[in-house]
């Protein structure tokens, strides 16, 4: 084997791929491989700004946009719903009164009330929403991994994480990076119950496995350094430039991969034992509130895309479900879901309380410690509510619905587009899918025709439009 490569059994490409890894015990290769480029070029016309993140809160389920960010206390009875708007910081906002610590920040933010597209499943809606594209492919990769592709991570840590997972509502094309390959998929962190909000939460994603001592592994590095050593100096003899030889690649892969299980930078990222308690408290103990304090964690190491699943949690005295909080049809749609204006765990009652505490303590954070200007902060669900109310709950409407952005390159203080006397349509400024992802890049200094795809000049990030009067930039 050491004495004549070209009788290996497997191509010397292979060989290194499936140890470098594989002799860690470390099963992220994706993440690793998303620092790499793809073949192709990408638009230089706007570079990005160095340090650059999202944390992209996703209300699954679709959040009621007539109970949250857009009230209609003029409506009859069966739109209007039982809460009452109150005043914020802007001039002519109001907002539902279970949001009061975000009313006292809405300087920070940007309340977009023109919303739509046209898909009204879990599954089609929530591909449409994060790919911001009104007819996806299968294949079409959500928003997270064409910002991994675009702006992938300075440091050796994901460039994408997702954190809380979603439900069997909708096909995992979340965990994947679409026709960008698992290489742009994210590194998922908690499933159900099984997230940072639990007791003793350890995420054990660059643990090695069992056995595999720091000796043993400073072993297996010094053996595959030889064997990358060996290839390369082969490659080299057969004219072959060092810099361009596919070992050499997988050299620095294998490298990286070592510092991942043998540093603590990335591991120390996931570790909210490091946080306060009065910190892990303000942002609030349950899954929603945890996992944004992780996020800001992350975002703050370096990855770009922390991608959180708005999960609020399980009420006092009931079972757990699901993490689809905001599917919010009433009781007849479910025992377990009871009213959409309640205090169980499909409730607003129960779920606004917990956005309002989770995504305030992340703005008021991000802003102490200086990240709200590098950092874009999206809530929005795959779509809204009916403006009809049904026996105490309002079913899927994808024709309008609202969304918070804040952060980056967004204006603050603001309100943007309407919706008619009843929430049921836009009435001025839509924003589709199209335009609300390229505002998206362009707030995060991306230049929304960036081409993605793998020949270098198809699939732009984005075919839409970027709203100028959103952005500062």
Known sequence: MWGNHHSLPVSRRRLLHQGCLGVFGLGCAGQLAAEAPLPGRTSTSLRPEPG????????????????????????????????????????GLEVCEHLPQLAQQSDKFTIIRSMTHGNPGHDGGMHVAMTGHSMPR???????????????????????VWLQNLAGDVEPRYLKGGFLGVSHGPLRVGTDLDNPSARDFHFAGFDPLEGNAPERLQSRQKLLQALSDRLIAADAEEGQSVSKSPVSGFQRFQEKAFDLITGTHASAAFDLSRESSHMRHRYGHHPLGQNLLMARRLVEAGVRQVSVTAWCGVAEGEKFVHTQTWDMHGPSAGSHLGSIFGSGSFGLGFALP??????????EDLDDRGLLAQTLVVLVGEFGRAPRIFEQGRDHWPACYSALIAGAGVQGGLVYGASDPQGSYVRDKPVTPEDFSATLFKAMGIDPNSRIGLDGFTHPASTGEPVSEILRI
């Open 354 to 363: 917990r956005v309002d505490q989770a995504v305030s303590a992340l703005l």
């Open 52 to 91: 650059y993140s999202c944390i992209f809160i996703v209300q699954y389920g679709g959040a009621s946009h007539i109970d949250s960010f857009d009230l209609k206390p003029l409506a009859p009875d069966n739109v209007r719903g039982p809460f009452q708007p109150i005043a914020t910081r802007t001039p």
């Open 138 to 160: 299968p294949e079409t990769p959500y928003f997270g991994s064409v910002i991994s592709r675009l702006q992938p991570a300075r440091r050796n840590i994901p460039s994408y």
